[in-house]
Structure formats: C-alpha cells, structure tokens
C-alpha cells in the first residue's frame, strides 16, 4: 500500500515537471522574436533535458551551464537553474546545489513561483538529510 502510494506520488511529480517543460517549449517558439537563436537555444535546452531524464547528471550540467552562459535571458533561465542545482544534488555536491536552489529562489518571477517552491522543498530535505 505505501509502495503503491509513493509510487503514485513520484508520478505526480514527473508528470508536473513533464508539463512545465512542454508548457515553455511552447511558449519559447512564440516568446523569442530574434529567430536566427531560437534553434540553437531549444537544442541546447532539449539536449540537457535528455541528458537529465536519462539521469546522466554531468552531461546534463554540462548542457545546462552552456544554456545558462548563452540564453540567460529566456524564460526557461529559472528552470535551467533548478535542473542544474539537482544535477549538483545527484552528483553529491550539496553545497553547489543549496546555492542554486538559492538562485533558484531569488531569480524566480510570479511564472516561475512553481520552481521556488520546489528549490524551497530540496533545500529542505538537504538541510533534513545526513551528510
């Protein structure tokens, strides 16, 4: 029963970041009016979700960083940020991933109010978790 039941959490939870990412994909080919950088910019961006959703942590934050130095004026800016911070997480690197899930936070507009609230969460259970 709780097996059943975790497993049906974690599904919410993967469905509601599936959504997020389809939601600005869409909003990215109507937000960007400079043409010539939307292929490069969605490329880059839907490399590093792959690496990401395959769990391949470094090759992820690898992509993420290079969106982030190149396209830090897009609206998927915020959510990149949290994709990273989770990659430090994974990788172990607590502490590169406080700071982000800070960033995080901080960067976050009325749009991105979802992922301030789940920075706030990992920040939470880094703070609840042993070393």
């Not at 097996?3 to 990215?28: H, P, Q, V």
């Not at 960007?32 to 769990?55: C, G, H, M, Q």
């Not at 430090?88 to 109010?113: C, F, N, P, S």
Request: a negative charge; one cysteine or more.
């Amino acid at each position: 029963m709780m097996k059943s039941s975790m497993n049906r959490a974690l599904k919410n939870k993967y469905t509601t970041e599936l959504f997020f990412i389809c939601f600005w994909l869409l909003f990215l080919s109507y937000a960007w009016s400079d043409e010539a950088s939307l292929p490069p910019a969605i490329e880059t961006y839907n490399k590093a979700v792959a690496f990401y959703e395959d769990r391949h942590w470094d090759a992820a934050k690898e992509y993420l960083h290079q969106y982030l130095a190149e396209y830090s004026d897009t609206p998927l800016y915020v959510t990149c940020l949290y994709y990273l911070a989770y990659c430090y997480q994974q990788l172990g690197d607590k502490t590169q991933a406080m700071l982000l899930y800070h960033k995080v936070i901080d960067q976050a507009r009325e749009g991105d109010a979802f992922w301030a609230d789940m920075a706030q969460k990992r920040i939470e259970g880094l703070i609840g978790s042993p070393n």
